[in-house]
């Protein structure tokens, strides 16, 4: 009883904390002990506490083997922050020079410095091996243990390294902590540390404050997350990305968009990456975009939404991202866009690596496949895949669960399933036993001559929907069990073999069915939502202001930006500017009465305007736009622009035309003057489009003979455009 309270006093003198949390004493006594210590505890759940703790108790210095240099940093100043002397706590990495090493290790041998983080690469190496072999060690922990595994989702080859490292520097206690690890990991990790009888402390994997939901991935993504946190101000979010380029591009868009944003990946340098950090934890900026670079060991409690804008490569990367969303217990919603061909993406970006990898690889994306399709409460599901029971029908915190489906009847369909699965010997997957139910004949089945087999096509007259989630929700049952240590064949458990001898009743919901996108490129002013009675008014409104200003009626706006207004319903010069083809400068110009015309017709219509979000967006050659537009300023030849960024000279007036067209005003009379270009000329085609009805280039063409080639044309008409238009 002494000792407790001597521990809770210790934890009280360190850390300030009255108390443990969880598993927390009783890992830390373990450790106190001097036996090996296998910690899986989910993101926010205080495993640090259970190595940092004892190593100040113990004598000696612990060894902390973490991969990340954020990580190390973020955690040697929280330690040296509450202590009263200098160098309790150190890292030595691949940022320190020589100096800065000389130091660790003077402390180190002072006795001072209780707690040394390395990366596994630094501690491998053989200086660093001859020096930790002088110093006594009071253990090893190991942080992120599931690197260790080819079956985790960060798996980093030198972690397996750490167990043959140790016996060279000395033997002393090992502790692994991982927040994510399933039965096949944890064995993995415990093999490879040689920790096979370590005691194991498993905390519960469920966070019922995380809302889970997976939403279809369609063309108006960028929207829908804009809405969302645009509905959520001034909260802290992640939003993940697969690649370093969306990175870049979304938190672009984002920034377009009035979010304090910034993209964080390991291509930046350290400093733009330390700065972005620190700026997302004093809450300078509100999101982060990263790829999976971000987040590890980043200590923000208030996270409350984490974003996947591409399915993570497994449901173990899933649970760890998700995990950094309220961590203080509160808010945390996840939301995560699925499209069936990120996945077979996925799968070409494995492409020659080694067979084995590759099929790990497209097992574990099955996995995220099968959480992503199922309509099964998505909580049961993730705790399912880490071997945790969740016994409740009804979670009320996910969006299966929030809007569940009708269950239908499939206790034939699972009777099919299970004789399937004993007839081809348990030593098939899943999608082997969908085909032989099916009764497809594929090379594999007819080489193992199980076409032959009388439960061959047993269920061909079934919907072909049904077997995915029949073997889905048998396994979430415990009717069958999946064999991991062995690719993931279909073994059938007792109770399994009970329900084949007594069938009774088996209600599943079926998967959610994810279509391929077929909306189009246009942005919000399709055409099918166009009020024709409006579009026909701005079309009048604007041949009466053509008329009165005496300018075509192109100049003023465009018909697609009139199909826009007669979808969006703008009723104020901020609102117009939303238009495609309408900028600042031309909505002041001619766009008040165009909003008050609307908005009379609204009053008078009763019509409820919608209350939709027009995204900004980042044009994707805006930085080719700038650099032309900075070059004209200069005056620089365009025939010189044109060569100076790769394009031919009709692309760059293809280019320049666009800059127009959206509002920008350009001034090219000194590259007409440079080219000699006859005045008389430029006044003739000038003249011709302040008269036409239309801007085509044909019909100018057309028009003018031969009095002009079409660059000269085109060049007058971009004069025009902008001196008018804009």
């Keep these: 009883m002494t000792k407790d309270l001597n521990l809770t006093r210790k934890l009280k003198q360190y850390f300030g904390f009255d108390k443990f949390k969880g598993d927390q004493e009783a890992i830390i006594k373990n450790v106190l002990a001097g036996n090996d210590t296998f910690v899986l505890m989910p993101t926010g759940g205080g495993k640090s506490l259970c190595y940092q703790l004892p190593s100040l108790i113990m004598e000696g210095t612990a060894i902390v083997i973490s991969p990340l240099i954020a990580l190390m940093k973020n955690q040697v100043d929280v330690i040296n922050g509450m202590s009263e002397e200098e160098g309790v706590a150190h890292y030595l990495n691949s940022s320190l020079n020589k100096a800065a090493i000389d130091q660790v290790k003077a402390d180190i041998v002072e006795g001072k410095t209780k707690l040394l983080y390395v990366a596994p690469e630094s501690l491998n190496k053989d200086d660093n091996v001859d020096f930790l072999k002088t110093v006594k060690i009071s253990f090893y922990a190991i942080d992120e243990a599931h690197c260790i595994s080819e079956w985790g989702h960060d798996f980093r080859p030198e972690y397996r390294n750490i167990r043959p490292t140790i016996q060279r520097i000395g033997n002393a206690p090992v502790i692994a902590l991982t927040a994510t690890a399933t039965d096949k990991v944890r064995t993995d990790i415990k093999k490879s540390l040689g920790i096979v009888d370590a005691v194991e402390f498993k905390s519960s994997f469920n966070r019922p404050n995380l809302y889970y939901e997976v939403r279809p991935k369609t063309q108006d993504i960028d929207k829908q997350i804009i809405r969302f946190i645009k509905q959520n101000p001034g909260k802290s979010g992640i939003i993940y990305c697969l690649s370093r380029k969306k990175v870049e591009e979304l938190s672009a868009i984002l920034c377009a968009n009035d979010i304090k944003a910034a993209a964080y990946h390991a291509g930046l340098d350290s400093q733009t990456r330390s700065d972005t950090q620190d700026d997302f934890l004093m809450e300078q900026i509100d999101v982060i975009v990263a790829t999976i670079a971000f987040g590890m060991g980043i200590d923000k409690p208030d996270v409350r939404f984490v974003i996947h804008y591409d399915i993570p490569k497994s449901l173990e990367g899933y649970y760890q991202e998700t995990g950094r969303a309220g961590r203080d217990g509160g808010e945390g919603k996840c939301i995560t866009f699925y499209a069936y061909k990120d996945l077979q993406k996925l799968e070409k970006f494995m492409e020659g690596k080694p067979v084995a990898e590759q099929d790990i690889g497209k097992q574990l994306l099955q996995e995220t496949a ?21 016994t409740k029908d009804n979670c009320g915190n996910c969006d299966n669960c929030l809007h569940p489906k009708t269950k239908i009847e499939a206790q034939n369909a699972l009777v099919i399933v299970l004789e399937a699965i004993s007839a081809i010997k348990e030593n098939f997957r899943s999608d082997y036993v969908i085909d032989f139910v099916e009764g497809r004949a594929t090379d594999d089945i007819v080489s193992h001559r199980h076409n032959e087999l009388e439960e061959f096509g047993s269920g061909e007259d079934d919907n072909k929907k049904l077997w995915n989630p029949v073997i889905r929700q048998a396994l979430i049952a415990g009717y069958i069990k999946k064999d991991v240590e062995n690719y993931g064949l279909l073994k059938l458990t007792a109770a399994g073999k009970r329900f084949m001898k007594d069938p009774h009743s088996f209600m599943i919901v079926e998967d959610t069915e994810f279509k391929e996108d077929e909306s189009d490129d246009r942005m919000d002013g399709a055409a099918g939502a166009l009020d024709p009675e409006l579009y026909a008014m701005l079309k009048d409104l604007r041949k009466k202001m053509s008329k009165k200003l005496n300018v075509p009626p192109y100049v003023i706006f465009q018909d697609p930006s009139l199909e826009q207004m007669a979808t969006m319903y703008p009723i104020t010069l901020q609102e117009l500017q939303n238009i495609q083809g309408v900028g600042a400068g031309k909505a002041k110009r001619y766009g008040q009465e165009f909003c008050e015309l609307i908005k009379r017709h609204c009053e008078e219509n009763e019509i409820e305007r919608p209350e939709e979000l ?69 006044d003739d085609i000038y003249d011709y489009f302040s008269e036409s009805e239309t801007d085509d280039l044909a019909a100018a063409m057309e028009e003018l003979g031969d009095e002009a080639d079409e660059d000269q044309v085109r060049l007058v008409r971009i004069k025009f455009l902008s001196e008018m238009a804009n």
């Design 370 to 390: 099968a959480y992503a399709e199922s309509s099964v409460c998505r909580r049961k599901m993730l705790l399912h895949y880490f071997g945790e029971e969740y």
């Design 614 to 682: 027009r995204v900004k967006t980042v044009a994707k050659k805006s930085i080719l736009k700038v650099k032309i537009i900075q070059s004209i300023d200069r005056q620089v030849a365009l025939d010189d622009i044109a060569t100076a960024q790769g394009l031919e000279f009709s692309d760059l007036l293809t280019e320049i035309e666009a800059i127009v067209y959206s509002g920008t005003k350009l001034n090219i009379d000194y590259f007409l003057d440079e080219i000699d270009m006859d005045e008389e000329v430029i």
